[in-house]
């Protein structure tokens, strides 16, 4: 337990101080801009920012995506951005759960739902872990110590080849996923950590039974960079800054994945930092838009600043749609205003 609790507050630690993003590729962003109306024919008091996402209504289409728990440290982060995410109305993932699943004791730094009793919480597990002993009832209990409205599993191959201690068996895993999905009653989906899904895994995964994808691509944090960090291995340290340009940018995965799976649930998530990129990620195709390290270090540092944080992208995307004349978020889906600059 005290090693799976160390390397959650490393990585935490790791995240706030160290330089981790990727270097030579971006999210993607910077290459879109809205092309202003300057009538937008609606009032910006009567924005609706409301969505749906897997049949369940929300406030705004906005995520705070999983990061962290398993830890004293992590469980305070995570009690703080639920709050957060209650009050604003923005559904929540959790970081990898396994540890609490492995060690009960740490189950109470993932047990959010007293703290946000309201909003979808995505509990989340490793994809890799279903070869290395997990079954359905494992994830089960995941979904119960998170008491989550759905789960997410992420692939982290790059990360766990770079980690100490990382599992590299990846083999055979897309059937595992197949039984998942069909024996867990709840949706399950899949999510990268930062170096993205393109539109063939993608649809693989939605004809395997996954219920949503979420990107995560690159041009956030690299995860081949944070474990650079933890590692004493001098042929991985040095290796890591060989792939510290590696992946997929994040509005490229939204598209491609869109155009393959015109109905399938869809999150945006991978170096979002404004409320304008989350508009550009759901005028691109996605059903949410996702925020990770952006919220972190307003998240340890106090509820106000973190509130402050997640008031200010809801402006900030709520400005852009009135910007265009989107009244609502099936408008700015819709919308013919976002252009290739």
């Not at 910077?30 to 609606?42: D, G, K, T």
């Not at 929540?92 to 060690?103: F, I, L, P, T, Y």
């Not at 989350?278 to 973190?306: H, M, N, T």
Request: charged share 20%; with cysteine.
């Amino acid at each position: 337990m005290s090693l799976t609790s160390g390397r959650k507050t490393e990585h935490i630690r790791i995240c706030l101080d160290e330089e981790v993003n990727t270097v030579g590729v971006t999210s993607g962003f910077n290459q879109y801009a809205f092309r202003h109306n300057a009538l937008p024919e609606i009032d910006f008091e009567q924005i609706n920012l409301s969505a749906f996402f897997m049949e369940r209504k929300l406030r705004t289409p906005l995520l705070i995506s999983s990061m962290t728990g398993g830890s004293e440290t992590a469980g305070r982060i995570n009690e703080r951005l639920a709050e957060a995410a209650e009050r604003r109305g923005w559904a929540m993932g959790v970081g990898s759960v396994r540890a609490a699943v492995e060690h009960a004791e740490l189950s109470a730094t993932f047990a959010l739902r007293h703290k946000a009793p309201t909003i979808p919480i995505i509990a989340n597990l490793g994809a890799v872990q279903l070869n290395y002993g997990f079954g359905t009832d494992d994830c089960r209990r995941a979904v119960e110590i998170a008491e989550a409205d759905m789960l997410v599993l992420h692939l982290n191959g790059l990360q766990e080849v770079f980690q100490p201690e990382g599992n590299t068996a990846f083999g055979g895993l897309l059937q595992r996923i197949e039984h998942l999905c069909s024996n867990l009653s709840i949706p399950v989906g899949i999510k990268e950590v930062g170096w993205g899904i393109d539109a063939d895994t993608a649809v693989r995964l939605h004809n395997a039974g996954v219920a949503f994808i979420d990107v995560a691509g690159a041009g956030g944090t690299s995860w081949s960079q944070v474990e650079k960090f933890r590692s004493s291995d001098p042929v991985r340290r040095l290796a890591a800054e060989a792939f510290a340009d590696w992946g997929i940018p994040t509005t490229e995965c939204i598209r491609a994945v869109r155009a393959a799976l015109p109905g399938g649930a869809l999150i945006g998530s991978g170096g979002l930092h404004t409320g304008v990129d989350a508009a550009k990620a759901l005028a691109l195709g996605a059903d949410l838009a996702g925020f990770g390290r952006a919220l972190l270090s307003p998240a340890v540092q106090s509820e106000q600043l973190l509130d402050e944080v997640l008031s200010r992208v809801e402006f900030e995307l709520r400005t852009a749609m009135f910007g265009i004349g989107a009244a609502d978020i099936a408008a700015l889906k819709t919308t013919d205003r976002l252009i290739r600059k």
